[in-house]
């Protein structure tokens, strides 16, 4: 995979004034266990950049990573996974008022993208997610991740699923793999195209 997104790690912080100001935002949604540090390390083609686990719950904190150059105030943004159901009540209602308070209230953030597992489809706590995105009138992209987990005989018919469930179009989604590097390339010129207007 030529070509990384050249990010280095920032900052982590719990809440939004812990963090200096920015200039462009875009921040990695999903499930907990989705593969967003996964993705972001495939992405800057570096094996420990962002802390990622078999187990849900390995990132607890707003992580920033900021774009070349030093100071550009363009940031990729880590969050903690939703819906980790082994976690206590009061753990979940932290993270929701941690991601939550972030995502409406940064003024810099200019959209999300929104990752679903292929593997396992749009769960129902996805499918509110994309309705509260709407509410928040917060723009985002579909990627669906671990590509390399559906057989490839599954494929197709997967994806035609996840797009019925989603209600969007082929078109809508990106398929990626951080593990095989199925559509990172495309994923980073997106993310630079993004970051360049
Ligand atoms: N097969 C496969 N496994 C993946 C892929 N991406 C991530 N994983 C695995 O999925 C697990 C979770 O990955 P993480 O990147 O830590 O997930 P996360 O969304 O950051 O999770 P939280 O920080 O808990 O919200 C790890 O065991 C990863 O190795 C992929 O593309 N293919
Ligand atoms: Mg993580």
């Known amino acids: 995979m030529p070509n990384p997104l050249p990010i280095r790690f920032l900052q982590s912080a719990s809440r939004l004034d812990q963090l200096p100001n920015?200039?462009?935002?875009?921040?990695?949604?999903?499930?907990?266990?989705?593969?967003?540090?996964?993705?972001?390390?495939?992405?800057?083609?570096?094996?420990?950049?962002?802390?990622?686990?078999?187990?849900?719950?390995?990132?607890?904190?707003?992580?920033?990573?900021?774009?070349?150059?030093?100071?550009?105030?363009?940031?990729?943004?880590?969050?903690?996974?939703?819906?980790?159901?082994?976690?206590?009540?009061?753990e979940m209602d932290r993270w929701k008022q941690m991601i939550e308070e972030y995502l409406m209230k940064s003024d810099t953030l200019g959209a999300v993208i929104l990752l679903i597992d292929s593997a396992v489809g749009p769960t129902s706590l996805d499918l509110q997610t994309v309705e509260w995105l709407d509410h928040i009138d917060l723009p985002y992209r579909f990627v669906a991740t671990k590509e390399d987990k559906?057989?490839?005989?599954?494929?197709?018919?997967?994806?035609?699923?996840?797009?019925?469930?989603?209600?969007?179009?082929?078109?809508?989604?990106?398929?990626?793999?951080?593990?095989?590097?199925?559509?990172?390339?495309?994923?980073?010129?997106?993310?630079?195209?993004?970051?360049?207007?």
Not at 28 to 51: F, M, P, Q, T
């Open 150 to 197: 559906v057989r490839p005989s599954k494929r197709g018919a997967r994806k035609d699923d996840l797009v019925k469930k989603l209600g969007i179009e082929k078109k809508d989604v990106l398929w990626v793999s951080a593990n095989t590097g199925t559509g990172i390339g495309e994923l980073r010129s997106e993310i630079i195209e993004f970051f360049s207007t």
């Open 22 to 90: 920015s200039v462009l935002e875009l921040a990695i949604v999903g499930r907990s266990n989705v593969g967003k540090s996964s993705l972001i390390n495939a992405l800057a083609h570096r094996k420990k950049l962002a802390k990622t686990s078999k187990t849900p719950g390995a990132t607890q904190l707003i992580n920033v990573y900021e774009l070349d150059p030093e100071g550009s105030g363009s940031w990729l943004v880590d969050l903690p996974g939703y819906g980790f159901a082994k976690a206590p009540k009061s």
